[in-house]
């Protein structure tokens, strides 16, 4: 469910701007990262299942997961892929839930048929996934254009 509510949040924030043009100009923003909040509620949690349940592997596991994400944070603003405030309300989007989601249900989480299983599964995803491009960017681009009420996608070069 947190998956689904950020990726909604950040999806109708790229929406907003492109079809209505509802940025921020003086903060360079046009729509959250999505790389940036995908990879908050995505790497954590995932870390932290891996990790075994005894000790303060988990914390240490959980804390791992946040520095990737936030490795994969700084690599938008690096490769200008995003402004600061977009990876910035990504991360303000995406941290909060993770800690609801590690404060609520840190104790039930397990991965049932072992980590091995999950590890595996991970792994063979990997040559099926790594080189492909989800078309996010033409699906948005497609909405907004059914959406806009004079056909026009707004781009970051037209942000008011």
Known sequence: ?????VGGVVIASKLAFMTWNLGIGALD?????GHTAMSVVVWPPLCVLLARREGCQRAVAGMAGVV??????????ELHAHSVSEVVGALLIG???????????WSY???????MLLIFALLAMLPLTYGHR???????RFAAMQLSPNHTIYRRDLLR
């Open 1 to 5: 469910m947190l998956l689904m509510l």
């Open 29 to 33: 923003f046009t729509g959250l990262s």
């Open 68 to 77: 990737l994400a936030l490795l994969i944070a700084w690599s938008r603003i």
């Open 95 to 105: 941290l909060p839930g993770v800690a609801i989601l590690f404060r609520t249900r």
């Open 109 to 115: 989480w397990a991965v049932s048929g072992g980590r």
């Open 134 to 140: 989800f078309p996010s960017d033409k699906i948005l």
